[in-house]
């Protein structure tokens, strides 16, 4: 039976900075075993398998933040962890094929890092039932074995958007999304409305990089760029982007053109390119480092659950980032808009 728990969030914003060092290949990579002092320490080995979406480790946003879960893990608790990597239009088979590899490892905690896994975990899962799953961003696949892990991204974004329409001088702004999915839709519609919250007559300037099945929108940076150049040609001062690893193009757009851009899912500042940190005038922070360490700690403790487990806005679960002081005359007015949707006052629309 699904349930649905919140989870409080207290993991510092600036675990997420990584280094890069994933795998390249489609095949599963093995991860350095962790000898921490946790729960399990004095037992057998927990053995975590990681299943990347495209971009892997090194993509600076959604998967190092997954990253810094499994690393934060291996750091306080006993861990054996295998990494694998989705490819840039493989077809679904590609990532069944990945999770099961995994298991034939023996690696029978499995984290499946995005919303395009969905459909193999439904199939593997019910495949293996002693296997447990934590799908991250996606409710599509349930069972008695998978936990799924949610964020209420239209909240952070919310937020970003309030600080694009406060900090625009042209009153244009852009969005690039990755791939046109609900889950990114999301993205688009707090930015909006946080925008809109802020100046009813803003211009909101919309592009997607590439349409389902096509999930390459995630690890293109010149699409990324190319989308962000036309946006700042077109009058936009900023620009915000829920692309994945395809997010370092608007970037070097923004510098290019000297605008501002603003990252997701990490606090960029601290993780994109250092040629690039300056451009960046906030990030929306998703803390899925918090949802991949809180799995793989109720395995280490031998409490999982199945079912939603939801990190939202009230739980710490996305948040906005300060880093570089772009935002700090804008703090208070953001805060009062965080609090506020918190308390309910303002409900944050999940569709544009």
Do not use: W
Not at 83 to 89: D, F, R
Not at 225 to 230: N, R
């Amino acid at each position: 039976m699904r349930h649905a728990t919140k989870v409080a969030a207290v993991i510092a914003a600036a675990a997420l900075g990584l280094a890069a060092c994933g795998s390249e290949t489609p095949d599963a990579t093995p991860g350095a075993g962790g000898t921490g002092t946790g729960p399990a320490a004095g037992g057998e080995q927990i053995k975590v398998g990681m299943a990347y979406d495209v971009g892997g480790r090194g993509d600076q946003s959604f998967n190092d933040a997954a990253a810094a879960g499994l690393d934060k893990a291996k750091s306080e608790l006993k861990i054996d962890s295998k990494e694998a990597v989705a490819q840039n239009g493989e077809a679904e088979s590609a990532r069944e094929e990945r999770l099961q590899q995994l298991i034939e490892a023996g690696y029978e905690n499995i984290v499946a890092v995005g919303f395009a896994y969905a459909q193999s975990v439904a199939k593997v899962a019910k495949e293996n039932p002693d296997v447990r799953f934590a799908l991250i961003d996606s409710t599509d696949a349930q069972g008695d074995n998978i936990e799924n892990v949610t964020f209420a991204e239209h909240e952070g974004s919310f937020l970003v958007g309030a600080a694009a329409a406060l900090k625009s001088k042209t009153n244009v702004i852009g969005f690039v999304g990755g791939v046109e999915t609900p889950l990114i839709k999301k993205f688009e519609a707090g930015y909006i409305a946080g925008a809109k919250a802020v100046k009813a007559d803003i211009d909101i300037k919309v592009q997607y990089l590439t349409q389902p099945p096509d999930f390459s929108g995630f690890g293109d940076v010149a699409k990324g760029k190319a989308a962000a150049e036309g946006m700042y040609q077109a009058n936009a001062d900023i620009v915000y982007h829920a692309a994945g690893g395809s997010g370092g193009g608007v970037f070097q757009a923004a510098k290019a053109a000297n605008k501002l851009a603003i990252g997701v899912d990490a606090d960029q500042a601290l993780t994109a390119d250092a040629a690039v940190r300056d451009v960046i005038l906030t990030s929306m922070i998703k803390k899925v480092d918090v949802g991949v360490y809180d799995f793989i700690k109720s395995i280490a403790d031998d409490k999982f659950t199945a079912g939603e487990k939801s990190f939202d806005l009230e739980a710490g679960g996305v948040d906005y980032s300060t880093t570089g002081g772009k935002i700090d005359d804008i703090k208070a007015q953001l805060d009062d808009y965080k609090q506020k949707i918190i308390s309910g006052e303002i409900k944050v629309p999940t569709t544009p």
